[in-house]
């Protein structure tokens, strides 16, 4: 096996192509962000309220029977932890294909894509409850960012710091920053 210096050369790569390509790119890479909806959820919903992501369309109902039914709670934190639990995969539902729900808190119910990236920003969001107030944040998810692909080793600097691939990735999850701090 060939000794690798400090630039990850091996013994006989010295030319300014070889070592051009292990110095860091000007730049700042950018982390993938994956995207997020939020539905506040203030009321207890009434039979036949929806709530539907994407083509999946979850129903409220008295006793769920069917894929998409989703059971009317005592409140409106149980109606809310079994919407959670229908777009996470239930008795009734498989998991939502796109989006992943965290648990029901104050309210609201956030949902974020599986995957991160751009193609997750044009998932619709909708609702029908008879409470007016009771709605998605916005009528489609949003902010999922494609990041920088990479390969490990791979180097970008900018004039605070320096940023490595710490893993071979093509969504820019695996860039870490390390701070250029001062001069000595």
């Known amino acids: 096996m ?10 006989g790569q010295n030319s300014t192509d070889d070592i051009n390509e292990k110095l ?8 993938a962000v994956k995207a997020t ?4 959820m203030a009321t207890k919903p009434t039979a ?7 083509t999946t369309v979850y129903t409220f109902v008295a006793t769920p029977a069917v894929a998409g039914d989703v059971a ?11 919407l959670t639990a229908a777009i996470n995969g239930d008795a009734y539902n498989d998991a939502h294909p796109d989006v992943v729900a965290a648990a029901w808190a104050a309210n609201e119910l956030v949902i974020t894509a599986k995957l991160s990236g751009t193609a ?11 409470d007016g107030t009771d709605a998605w944040g916005a009528e489609a998810m949003s902010g999922g960012v ?17 940023y490595y691939c710490v893993a071979e990735q ?12 001062s001069a000595y």
Do not use: H, K
């Open 146 to 162: 494609v990041g920088t692909p990479g390969e490990i080793g791979d180097c970008f600097i900018d004039s605070a710091y320096l």
């Open 37 to 40: 909806g939020t539905l506040g």
């Open 170 to 181: 093509t969504d820019g999850a695996n860039w870490r920053r390390i701070s250029l701090g």
């Open 120 to 130: 997750a920003n044009s998932i619709a969001t909708t609702e029908t409850f008879d």
């Open 72 to 82: 009317i709670g005592a409140a409106v934190a149980n109606s809310g932890a079994n």
């Open 24 to 31: 860091p790119t000007s730049g700042t890479p950018t982390c």
């Open 2 to 11: 060939a000794a690798i210096n400090a630039l990850g050369l091996t013994r």
């Open 48 to 54: 036949d309220d929806t709530v539907t992501i994407g």
